[in-house]
């Protein structure tokens, strides 16, 4: 069965700080990995796309990492500013062309 | 570039009506995806449409069916509403197969 855990479910830090959100899949025949963010009762934004040949890749102050030998993902994100407060999803596509949600990381981010 | 659209964006509904929710894509993107988001289950998937063909359905009830039009635009339609469906309805649109998939704002469904 193909599954998705974020660690950690929620996370608190101070203004400043940098960040590992982590992505764990079961099933590695993957396509590709998107991360997201989504704010409280809106769609999904797209963050990142790394594909499965790709290492990492990097927007900004977020860099996305991808192991697919071993499931896992990790998206970094440098010095937090309250405006990243936001829920933080990962969601590898597979050939079913469908992609498969974690939980999600719900970042919160103090002034 | 316009982003995905939904329309409506809000929806009441009573049990045992039916319910016909769209989704406009970007222009160009031919793939278009259709998720369901509750608090309990989170986000999963419902229909995936590729020039007007469904190439997956998830493991939804018959009641959830879909259909895509030949310029893109999709529309998923529930029947016999249970307070089940009441959840967030989210359409993504890609252009390629396998390339980065864009979120619509989503139709928030509430069955009474």
């Known amino acids: 069965k193909q599954e998705v855990t974020q660690i950690p479910a929620a996370l608190s830090v101070p203004e400043g700080e940098n960040l590992v959100l982590n992505c764990s899949f079961t099933d590695s025949a993957i396509y590709n990995l998107q991360w997201f963010r989504q704010d409280p009762g809106k769609g999904l934004t797209s963050l990142l796309l790394i594909q499965s040949s790709q290492r990492e890749q990097t927007s900004g102050r977020l860099n996305a990492s991808l192991d697919k030998s071993s499931g896992r993902s990790t998206l970094y994100i440098a010095a937090s500013q309250p405006g990243d407060s936001a829920t933080y999803l990962c969601?590898?596509?597979?050939?079913?062309?469908?992609?498969?949600f974690g939980s999600g990381t719900r970042l919160l981010v103090r002034p | 570039k316009a982003g995905v659209t939904q329309t409506p964006r809000y929806l009441i509904k009573t049990r045992g009506q039916q319910v016909t929710l769209s989704c406009s894509p970007i222009s160009g993107h031919r793939s278009v995806s259709w998720y369901q988001q509750t608090p309990g289950q989170g986000l999963q998937f419902l229909f995936e449409?590729?020039?007007?063909?469904?190439?997956n359905k998830g493991n939804f009830p018959g009641r959830f069916s879909g259909r895509q039009f030949s310029n893109s635009r999709s529309e998923m339609n529930v029947s016999t509403l249970e307070l089940g469906d009441s959840a967030l309805y989210l359409c993504?649109?890609?252009?390629?197969?396998?390339?980065?998939?864009?979120f619509g704002p989503g139709t928030r469904l509430t069955v009474l």
């Open positions: 449409y590729f020039s007007e063909t469904q190439r």
């Open positions: 993504a649109s890609s252009l390629a197969q396998y390339d980065t998939q864009y």
């Open positions: 969601a590898p596509l597979y050939s079913s062309y469908k992609l498969i």
